[in-house]
């Protein structure tokens, strides 16, 4: 086979899986979105590092009055579970018979607390609340059962820093060994 | 667990002598009488006036009303529970979308696909966002899978056995055939940094769910859903698009997708580590527990049943399925689990799928505690309910896939039981 007979063939063969079939499975149809990517409302999860927290400050006082008012028609008026889940106190109880999985007795980081009220609660209005105002409901809960004292100022910088009596409470299953 | 040889299946379709044959009875056609019309009266109605009409979207019969998810939510917050799907009433492998099994945390959110964005962003070359007509453009797969709620089947941890219908305990799975995209392409679009170890994939609904995966499950066999046997998902099923992640617990096949952010550490958000963290009892939990270990239920004879005939013969039903490969034999007990005795197993076997299995069984009327046992390919083989209490105590709640007893009582009627 001449060399001229084989390039016009792959030429043509070229020209007939063009036609044919895609040069490639399928066509890159996603959107450059390194703004988006920055926007508050894309930016919802924060981690144990603390970095996407808000800036903001609340004190367990403030928050004391705000459960009163958004959480305890649901999680009762101390916080110990009503239609919702407990959120304060058996801390200490996980080995018992009873154990009760509250925020304080279980949660291995506060800065979950902050993730979740801020992104779902109150269930009736998720996304309804001020970052003052989750700093200080998260400030009333951890003070309840003394992870922080009553006058600690809870803010994007000391809320990372709050260590939880089941920090190290945890095994991970994955990856599996 | 009592370890005696397996009977074979002859043996135990013959346990028992075989009752009295029924005495037949014959009946003779009358002749018609030629002044009258040929059949007056003993055609059904439906026969001698035309039927209802076409119809834009199918309904089951009227008589099967009672087939429904039974919904147990908090009256406080509606959107706030999940609703069951009755096994004990379908048979075959897949589940009717409207039957599908659903977990919401505030709702089932109604998405307008041309107002959702789908953003994959964090340890990337470039953060990308999608809308749901250019996604529909990509290469799709089908696979069938059962998804199953971390939560499932968590009544087996009380003391007492819940005398509920076998989907009603169990019904938090649900099998289905989804066709979607494989989130390698997407994720290779994007471009994949060498440090991205997880997904914090997040939902689009009032609770706005996150949750952490590991990067090398979406690489795997994830799908991007967007169809749910063979129509597009359904809103209590993530319209417009969900994550699918064959054999791993619900939690991480997050519904109504709008963002997957590689990181290099999960987030540890309230769902992997306040829930869908198993308890155990030193006092520390297990957490990233993904994969539905093997499990299997009989679902019919099951509670809320009877056996009508006394002796009679009845077929066994069930459902057996892994999320760490296929069934490979499913046994059945009639004793409690004092003997065995291998199910069929209806093909085709599915990886990571309901497997339907059946055997008949002759009923003399005896006492009895109907049994199940799944073994998957790996070789794990499903344990009984004491084997799992004393690997993990009481208070894992999750991630409950013990061995189902149903007691058979000489009346004929059925009982949830344990120790056995």
Redesign the interface.
Known sequence: MSMVFKTFASILLLFLSNHLLADS??????????D??QQAQ?N?????DGKALPQGKGFAAQGKKLFALKCA??HGPEGIG???DPLMGEVGS??SDY?E?T?NS????A??LF??IR??MP??A?FSLTANEVYELSAYILSQDGIIAADFELNEETLPRVTMPNRD???????EK | MKNTPTQSRRQFLQKAALGGALAGTVSLPIMANTDKLEFPDDLPKWMREPGGEFGNYGQPSKHEQEVIRWVSANPAAPGNGVSWTPLHDLQGTITPNGLHYERHHNGVPQIDPAQHTLLIDGLVDQALSFDVKSLMRYPMVSRTCFIECGGNSNSGWRSNPIQSQAGYAHGLVSNAEWTGIPLKHLLKEAGIQTTAKWVIAEGADAAALNISIPLEKLLDDALLALYQNGERLRPENGYPMRLVLPGWEGILNVKWLRQLRLTDEPIMSRDETSQYTELMPDGTARQFTFINEAKSLITSPSLGMMLPDNPGIYQISGLAWSGRGKITRVEISADGGDSWVDAELQGPILDKAFTRFSLPWHWQGEHAILQSRATDETGYVQPTRDALIENRGKHGFFHYNAIVSWEITEEGDINHVYGF
Do not use: E, N
Request: glycine residues 4%.
């Open positions: 499975d399928y066509q890159s149809l996603g959107q450059a979105a390194d988006l990517s894309w919802l999860s924060i981690a144990p028609a649901c009503a239609s919702a996980l080995t154990p999985k925020v279980y949660w291995p980081y800065t979950t993730d979740y992104r779902s269930i009736d998720p409470g945890f095994t991970a299953f994955y990856p």
